[in-house]
């Protein structure tokens, strides 16, 4: 007997050409949509999630296989949701793909499929999963322009044991010319942007925001004190920020960008985008939420990291502060990192970890 495997169908097609390949390989697949939590009521003019529903179902009626939906969004809202709200409320930068990726499709959706009698799971990322010895690995993608290993750095190592990536020896164009070899009917759908739950509905992140966060005016200052103009609400801007400001620098060719965001006084701190300006670079950090899936880093080890989602890897040397804490050097400057963000850390190209910055030194 074949085994069974659930493939979290999302409406895209990456997920659909998994689908595809895993039923060419001998697999019993099953797809299955989950709900995420989407307010559409007070945001959105249509429902999105929807579209991508009604993308899935084709998709699983054209490949031949079973189709469910289930609802998450209870689950969702408070691992998701309300982590982003009350990250941005208390200052903090946070990444709710990341969180998406832990919780809901790592996380409850594993629990699913194991209680369902499944398998395994297949999704559509972009990554590589090498099986030796009686344990695995996570590797980039060989399409490093879609590389999706970084949204995996948080997920516990045991939810991804039964776990197949079939995209991650193919780039993107040979995803799109397999879909439209077989006909799927959502071959030319766009790919997602943006916020996971707000990528497909054209509401921006500040609009979303307005809705559970009370601006709460400040003024905008240089380093030095000098009072510049007015902001709406500290929680719009992000470190590194230069559109939206609002302030002309009045200097040829030099444009303001935030540094820093003072939640004591209410201040939004912003200096021109130069390498020396206080603040805005930065070669340590504190690291907080450790999680690893392999074998930890050792005292003084010379790493890989990438300090967000799509930034290059950085070469980087590790201190252990205490068993739930780290200290990384990178060892060259970088720009606009924010408490609260993800780094995800690598020997080479395999995915070692990842965790949360607590500190910006």
């Avoid at 009521?41 to 529903?53: F, M, Y």
């Amino acid at each position: 007997m074949s085994e069974k495997i659930l493939v979290a169908l999302s409406g895209g097609v990456d997920s659909a050409v998994a689908a595809y390949l895993l039923k060419q390989r001998g697999y019993e697949v099953h797809g299955i949509f989950f709900r995420s939590w989407q307010n559409e009521t007070e945001l959105w003019q249509a429902c999105p999630w929807k579209e991508d529903l009604e993308s899935a179902r084709a998709a699983a009626e054209h490949l031949q296989i079973s189709f469910e939906v289930i609802n998450f969004i209870d689950v969702y809202r408070k691992k998701v949701v309300d982590y982003l709200i009350e990250g941005y409320r208390s200052g903090q930068t946070p990444n709710p793909d990341v969180m998406c990726n832990r919780y809901i499709k790592f996380g409850i959706l594993v629990e699913h499929m194991r209680a369902a009698g499944f398998d395994g799971l297949t999704t559509g990322h972009y990554v590589r999963k090498v099986e030796q010895n009686g344990t695995f690995s996570l590797q980039e993608g060989i399409d490093k322009n879609k590389d999706q290993s970084f949204f995996l750095c948080l997920v516990k190592k045991k939810n991804l044991e039964n776990v197949h990536f079939p995209l991650g020896d193919l780039t993107k164009p040979e995803v799109r010319h397999i879909a439209a070899d077989i006909g799927l009917p959502n071959a030319l759908r766009k790919d997602s942007q943006g916020i996971c739950f707000l990528g497909s509905s054209r509401v921006s992140i500040n609009d979303f925001l307005q809705k559970y966060i009370p601006d709460a005016p400040g003024d905008i200052v240089t380093l030095d004190g000098k009072i510049l103009g007015q902001h709406r609400g500290l929680h719009r801007y992000t470190i590194g920020q230069r559109k939206g400001i609002g302030l002309p620098s009045n200097c040829d060719f030099e444009h303001y960008v935030v540094v820093s965001k003072d939640y004591q006084t209410q201040q939004l701190v912003v200096g021109f985008d130069h390498p020396e300006t206080r603040g805005l670079y930065t070669n340590r950090v504190r690291i907080r939420a450790l999680n690893f899936l392999k074998e930890p880093p050792k005292e003084g080890e010379i790493l890989l990291a990438k300090p967000r989602y799509r930034d290059p890897s950085q070469v980087t040397t590790w201190h252990w502060l205490d068993e739930a804490t780290a200290e990384l050097s990178f060892h060259e400057p970088q720009r606009a990192l924010a408490v609260g963000q993800v780094a995800a850390f690598y020997r080479e190209d395999c995915l070692i970890g990842g965790g949360v910055y607590r500190e910006i030194l």
